[in-house]
């Protein structure tokens, strides 16, 4: 609603800033049936951008499975009002300020979890980047019988019996107490090949097909492939479309890599332990924030950037699957992995610089827009020289001497313009807004495509 109220203020503040159309525009208009250019109006532009920035930011999404134990005897009012927008509030629209304020955090997300998807896959036969999409997102969680329900444990290749078991008996599946979700290295692999769907079970599990995923990618490559023709006849773009080409540009990355993921998969497949059986988690035990609050902050601060915050996490303590998870991925794969998406990072800023020279209402909004651009470029642009650095480090390529001095200056410059570049962020967009307010004249010009086709 106050999107629509905001449109409908910019509507009538542009028809009465911006002044009447130029005679040369208003025969382009008459002429459009020849092939000249037409008019397109202040709602196109608006109408356009938000549905763009819209898939970017909602539907390009593909969340890890938010869990939620059953509730017995609920009234309609909590099950079909409360619950769903308790879900809204809580997960979903934090997911949609993280890809609004910052997206290349997102196509990281997106590029670690398609690498250790693909390390998972390489370990169980006949599975493939989809199961192991699935195993990261929590598509396995461990559940409790209740004490009198019969079941028989599952067999292990090496004929040994496993605490994981097959209830065997009548019982009500509400009184199955939910414990954790489980990592991969949780369930043995003679047992992830019995119970794990196929590949089309999985992709029938989410609420996407490729038909809709391919739909997707057509209408924002539709979008990228009109601001680039504008550019080619020489006609401005707006300052929403400058933000809503950034997001359309990083979209087509993140799709890229979640091709394979299931989306808003909402119910994992659950394992069973009899209820007097223990749970340990297997693999490295987690690690520990620091107790100190400056210390542990800046910790959590570069840990969550760099994407190393599933190394501190422990599994056996969370109800649901960590919103950002992506399995606790070798350093030979971190920090390589986070080069590409902060090389984006920096390049999904510096579309912004298109409308550096832009026609902004006001000189303090053109100053803020330019500030912006270049916190944007600058903040990714340090974490590319953490992750070179430790990836050299990591093949001894500099000595250790050097390591502290080398990281010391782009680490601090990260810190320092942290919170810098989440205004700038904001501020891009406040200003893309406010600028609909006074376009020139030749921002309603459309594309004239018939210089694009070949014709007598």
């Known amino acids: 609603m106050l999107i629509l109220l905001l449109t409908y203020y910019l509507s009538q503040s542009a028809h009465i800033k911006a002044g009447p159309i130029p005679a040369s525009i208003e025969l382009r208009d008459v002429g459009s049936c020849d092939g000249q250019n037409s008019q397109r109006s202040l709602a196109n532009i608006v109408g356009s951008c938000l549905s763009t920035i819209f898939l970017c930011t909602w539907v390009a999404v593909h969340p890890n499975i938010h869990f939620r134990a059953e509730k017995e005897n609920q009234r309609w009012i909590e099950k079909w009002l409360w619950e769903p927008l308790h879900e809204i509030v809580t997960y979903k629209l934090p997911l949609f300020l993280w890809a609004l304020l910052v997206p290349e955090y997102i196509l990281s997300w997106a590029v670690r979890q398609y690498l250790q998807a693909g390390v998972i896959s390489k370990q169980v036969p006949r599975w493939t980047r989809t199961h192991g999409h699935f195993m990261i997102m929590g598509g396995f969680h461990l559940f409790r019988l209740p004490a009198d329900a019969p079941s028989i444990p599952l067999p292990l290749k090496s004929s040994e019996s496993s605490s994981l078991v097959i209830p065997t008996g009548d019982h009500l599946r509400e009184d199955e107490i939910p414990v954790c979700p489980l990592k991969f290295e949780d369930i043995p692999i003679d047992i992830l090949k019995i119970i794990a769907p196929t590949e089309t079970e999985l992709k029938d599990r989410g609420k996407s097909d490729d038909l809709t995923k391919i739909i997707v990618l057509v209408q924002t490559l539709w979008f990228v492939i009109q601001c680039i023709a504008r550019g080619t006849q020489s006609l401005p773009l707006t300052e929403l479309e400058v933000v ?87 350093t030979s794969l971190q920090f390589p992995g986070g080069i590409g998406p902060s090389i984006l990072g920096s390049a999904f800023g510096a579309i912004h610089c298109i409308a550096w020279s832009s026609e902004f209402p006001s000189r303090s909004e053109l100053v803020i827009w330019r500030i912006s651009c270049v916190a944007m470029i600058t903040v990714p642009l340090m974490v590319t020289i ?56 030749a921002a309603y010009t459309t594309v004239d495509w018939t210089t694009f086709i070949p014709h007598i």
Request: aromatic share 14%; proline share 5%.
């Open 244 to 330: 809503t080409l950034a997001y359309a540009t990083l979209n087509l990355f993140i799709y890229v890599f979640w091709w394979d993921k299931p989306r808003n998969v909402e119910c994992p497949i659950r394992i069973y332990k009899t209820s007097a059986a223990s749970h340990e988690e297997s693999g490295e035990t987690a690690g520990k924030w620091g107790d100190d609050l400056g210390v542990g902050w800046i910790e959590k601060i570069v840990g969550y950037i760099v994407g190393i915050q599933d190394h501190y996490v422990t599994m056996s303590e969370k109800r649901s699957i960590p919103m950002f998870w992506s399995g606790r991925i070798k």
């Open 386 to 441: 953490i992750c070179a650095v430790a990836v050299a480090n990591e093949r001894k390529e500099i000595p250790d001497a050097w390591m502290a001095f080398i990281l010391g200056i782009p680490f601090v410059i990260l810190l320092l313009s942290v919170w810098l570049y989440i205004a700038s962020r904001m501020a891009t967009l406040v200003v893309a807004f406010t600028a609909l307010r006074s376009l020139p004249p």
